[in-house]
């Protein structure tokens, strides 16, 4: 029950997208934290598959699967009901990016790429819906996590993200971090300094190596996928968070969250309708 609360309480968030100004592909973040080695991500991932295992700490109660939200599940089923209904318009519902790629392409799934950063309350508010969104994806579709790097106190969760993510722990994590920023107040937000030594120990309750993460946060390997997601986010006109991209094609502009779910359901019907129709 205290966790299907907060997550309600994710709902009353501020309203408006978290609009930043696009990110410059030559622009170099600040470091989160000195560093005195920067190892790869393949040793990164195994030193965290280790700390995983038998010899982890337990981990906090909030860690595996979103816990249920009828209301979003409800929103949902109601967005469903009203995309089957019609069709998306260019220009109005989405904008068409030309000579679009998908941000990672996977066995000729439609990508659904959302980008985001845990510190963004627009994202926090969301999350709920989307959790709810993915269980009725059916398996021909994948939703991709783009994280925003606009500053010093983004670029920090950006890092934190794609670690996690190398590192198998996002799935466990993603839902906690949100509401250690936005709820228990246990992590920095916009109006506090960075502090990648905290965001490393949030992610040692779950198995991590504290100092190999934050280690892992400045690595070099870190710093490629970084500048690979400022890259996509500059070719696909992202300006604001959350921002959903469908295929690297199309970039869905509604104007509510459940908007954005209508929108994204339609532009994926009309991609397997083409897909299916160049197979024939």
Known sequence: ????????????????????????????APAAAASTTTPSADAVAAAAS????????AAPASVGAPAANPAAD??????????????????TDYIVIQGGQPYAPLDGKIEVVEVFNFICPACARFEPLLNAWKKTLPADVRVTYVPADFNAQWHIYAQAFLVADAMGLDARTHDAVFNAIHIEHSLPSES?????????????????????????MSSFAVDAKLKRAKQFMLATGVEGTPTV???????????????????TNQLIA???AAGAAAAR
């Open 74 to 91: 409800a929103a949902v089923a109601a967005v469903a009901d009203t995309a089957a209904k019609g069709t998306a318009t260019a220009g």
């Open 50 to 57: 280790a700390a995983a295992g038998a010899n982890a700490p």
């Open 245 to 263: 991209i469908v295929d690297g094609r199309y970039r869905v502009t509604g104007k509510s969250d459940e908007d954005v779910l209508r929108i």
């Open 192 to 216: 506090d300094p960075p502090d990648a030594r905290k965001v490393a120990a949030f992610y040692a309750k779950y198995g991590a190596d504290a100092k190999q993460f934050i280690d892992a």
């Open 1 to 28: 029950m205290k966790r299907q609360a907060l997550l309600l309480l994710l709902l009353l968030l501020p309203l408006a997208a978290c609009n930043k100004a696009p990110p410059s592909t030559d622009a170099s």
């Open 270 to 272: 009309q991609e397997r």
